[in-house]
Each structure stands twice: as C-alpha cells, then as structure tokens.
C-alpha cells in the first residue's frame, strides 16, 4: 500500500525552487508527482519524517551536499543509447567531420576536440569517438573527446565503458566487433561489452554542470553534442546554456541539439545549417 504523503503546496514550491537553483531543471506541475514520489525514497532512507524535514536536511546538515547527489541520481533521466539521433550522427559523419578536417588541414592544425555535453552513461561520447575514427583520414588528427554530466553515478559507468545488451542494441554490428570486446560479467551469467582501449583512450570523463555560473573548464570545441539535456529546462535556460555553448565553439564549429528542442536563437557569428531532420549550429569563422 502507498502511503506517501502529499507535497504540500508550500514543500513543491521550495523544492522546485531548489531543484532549479541546482540543476535548471524545472519541475512543472505535470511532474509533480514524480519529485514526490523521489523525495519520499530518500527521505524514508534518511529515516526523516516530512518532506519539510528533508529540506532543511539537504540545505543546512553537513551531510547535506552528499544526500544532494543522491537524490539527484533519482531525478536525473540518464536514458541513452549509442548513435542515438541517426540523422545528426550522419550529419556528423557525411557533412561536418570532412567539412573541418579540409579546413584544418589548410590552417595546418591536427587536433581535434568534440565535446558530449550531458553525457549520461557514455554512449554518446563513445558514439562520436568511432564516429571519428570512421571518417576517412581521420588518423592524421589528435582526437579528444570531452564527456561531462552532473550525475557522479553516470560518470563512473562512463567511465568504466561497460555496457549490457541491452545499451548496444542500436550499435552498428561492424562497430561492436571493431570497437568492443564482450566477456562474462562479474557474476558469471550474463555477457557484457566493453569499449577496447582505443576508444578509451581518447575520452575523458568529468562532472559539469551546464547552468553553474563559472565559465565552463573545458576548451574551445570543434563539434559539440547536446541532445536530449536541456528538455526539461525552462526556455530561458535553455537559451542560456546554448549560448554559452556557442560561445564554447572553436572557429567553424558545430553545435547539435536535439530538433525537439528548437530556440530562438540570435547570436552573431553563429548560423543554422540547414541539414535534414537535424538542428545543428555553426561558428562562422572569424
Ligand atoms: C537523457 S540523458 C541524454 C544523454 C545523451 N546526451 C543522449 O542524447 O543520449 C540527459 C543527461 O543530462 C544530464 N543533465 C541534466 N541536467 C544537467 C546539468 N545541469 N548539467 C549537466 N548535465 C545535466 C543528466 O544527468 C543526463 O545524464
């Protein structure tokens, strides 16, 4: 039997308010029962008695930032896949990789840095990694590929690179026997993949929070990927962080987002480039 107590009108707009101030997300009434249902798990763990009591737990104890993470973990949605978004993926590949590495080599550059802003478990970071090595002459470049996420627990299976079945469902057959290598996980049963040390070697992994006010601890990028993060931000914030993106980008590079989360976005330098099914952004080169 459920015997969760309500959120109180008052306890949801303080939480709501916290949960923003933190992370930019922003919890509508829609999803209100959501942010209850989350805050009952860990207030229950904390042996708490009110949402109330959870509040003034998280803000003033000192094991306050821990029990943030926590909850944290709960609220996030970490779904991912590899080569998620097919048409930005072929976007990548067909039109923006080659269109950059022409550029560099007349400038006679030979890094390239791709950034997977919001990076969940990995796949996609992993994903523009052999996406990269894909491309011809991908070889002649020093490739960096930058994972960030707020989520410490997804950071670590990102890191690891180790992924069930079920996560590589949408990996190019050719991909899996190249790139990854499958063994029997800990427990004996079940077969597990992991990305071999190439791929490894070329992603870092580190926690960023897009809406922290610093500026953000990273180079300037040749292609960003930001997909699927900011939906559940307020427009405002959304606009915010994308131009922080944009201002992120390297001369000629490409931001991608995810088309369902379209903006208005007016910056100068900073074009749309009109390829099928995508909503991709360029520096223009100054
Ligand atoms: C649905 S996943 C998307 C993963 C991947 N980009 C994709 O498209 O498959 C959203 C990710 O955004 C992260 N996220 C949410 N708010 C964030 C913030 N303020 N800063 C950094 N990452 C955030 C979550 O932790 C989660 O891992």
């Given at each position: 039997m459920n015997n969760r107590p309500n959120l109180s009108e008052v306890e949801y707009l303080n939480w709501r308010e916290v949960v923003h101030d933190r992370c930019g997300i922003y919890f509508t009434p829609s999803r209100r029962h959501f942010l209850e249902s989350r805050l009952w798990e860990r207030l229950q763990h904390r042996k708490l008695k009110s949402y109330t009591e959870y509040y003034h737990f998280v803000l003033y104890n000192s094991d306050g930032d821990h029990e943030w993470g926590q909850l944290l973990d709960l609220l996030l949605n970490n779904e991912s896949s590899f080569f998620r978004h097919t048409p930005s993926f072929t976007a990548l590949t067909e039109h923006v990789l080659p269109d950059l590495m022409q550029k560099k080599r007349l400038l006679g550059i030979n890094t390239f840095s791709i950034w997977s802003a919001g990076?969940?478990?990995g796949q996609e970071a992993y994903s523009l990694a052999i996406a990269f090595l894909e491309?011809?002459?991908?070889?002649?470049y020093q490739l960096t590929v930058w994972g960030t996420d707020i989520s410490q627990r997804s950071l670590q299976t990102a890191k690891k690179g180790i992924y069930k079945p079920y996560d590589i469902r949408n990996m190019p057959p050719p991909y899996l026997q190249k790139y990854m290598c499958s063994t029997k996980a800990a427990n004996g049963r079940r077969m597990v993949y992991q990305l071999n040390d190439t791929i490894q070697k070329l992603t870092q992994f580190s926690a960023l929070n897009?809406?922290?006010?610093?500026?953000?601890?990273l180079p300037q990028q040749d292609v960003i990927f930001c997909q699927?993060?900011?939906?559940?931000?307020?427009p405002a914030d959304r606009k915010t962080i994308v131009e922080r993106l944009c201002d992120h980008l390297a001369p000629n590079g490409y931001l991608f987002l995810a088309p369902a989360e379209m903006i208005r976005l007016k910056i100068p330098d900073i074009r749309q480039v009109k390829l099928e099914e995508t909503l991709i952004y360029q520096r223009e080169r100054r």
């Open positions: 990076c969940a478990n491309t011809a002459v991908s070889r002649q897009l809406t922290a006010p610093e500026r953000y601890s699927n993060v900011l939906i559940y931000f307020q």
